[in-house]
T-cell receptor
């Protein structure tokens, strides 16, 4: 089992560019989450999904969009990147409300 | 949001028991309490989860009083490798949009 994988691991964008982060899990989990973590701070929930085809906003959804077309994948999109979106992005999945399994993170820098 | 409050940092010595308390005054009836450990440049890792009273596993214990407005993570006989940031999370699952990790507690274990 690979668990939760994230692609890419690192990325540098210029302001205004767009990109998509891919999260994949092989544990057949219903729930998936996208978080961002700024230096020295905790994780903040961006968007989450409780099943294929459904998504919902978390604490800090502005500037991001998500899609869950397949149960095993959860995509996070940035349509027009801004320096304020420089952060480490973590994806996680869980079976219902139980423990979340996290990916290794994507380090994004927007210049 | 199910906001949580934890001490910013704690110091301990190898072999001691460490107790980290988290306050969550606005916990909802169906919220679980979950604790995670995070090392630098890694995603959080599940430690323990509970709903009420006491839960124990091979690495930690979780104490939750009857009113569930706080919880205490207990780490027995810590070692240097337990130096990390510890987060409590209230909610997740179908309450994911109402939950937040907070800024965590940085535990430093000294020899």
């Amino acid at each position: 089992n690979a668990g939760v994988t994230q692609t890419p691991k690192f990325r540098v964008l210029k302001t205004g560019q767009s990109m998509t982060l891919l999260c994949a899990q092989d544990m057949n989990h219903e729930y998936m989450y996208w978080y961002r973590q700024d230096p020295g701070m905790g994780l903040r929930l961006i968007h989450y999904s409780v099943g294929e085809g459904t998504t919902a906003k978390g604490e800090v959804p502005d500037g991001y969009n998500v899609s869950r077309l397949k149960k095993q994948n959860f995509l996070l999109g940035l349509e027009s990147a801004a320096p304020s979106q420089t952060s480490v992005y973590f994806c996680a999945s869980s079976y219902r409300e139980f423990e979340q399994y996290f990916g290794p993170g994507t380090r994004l820098t927007v210049t | 949001l199910a906001k949580t409050t934890q001490p910013i940092s704690m110091d301990s010595y190898e072999g001691q028991e460490v107790n980290i308390t988290c306050s969550h005054n606005n916990i909802a009836t169906n919220d679980y309490i979950t604790w995670y450990q995070q090392f630098p440049s890694q995603g959080p890792r599940f430690i323990i989860q509970g709903y009420k009273t006491k839960v124990t596993n091979e690495v930690a214990s979780l104490f939750i009083p009857a009113d569930r407005k706080s919880s205490t993570l207990s780490l027995p006989r810590v070692s240097l490798s337990d130096t990390a940031v510890y987060y409590c999370l209230v909610g997740a699952g179908t309450n994911a949009g109402k939950s937040t990790f907070g800024d965590g507690t940085t535990l430093t274990v000294k020899p």
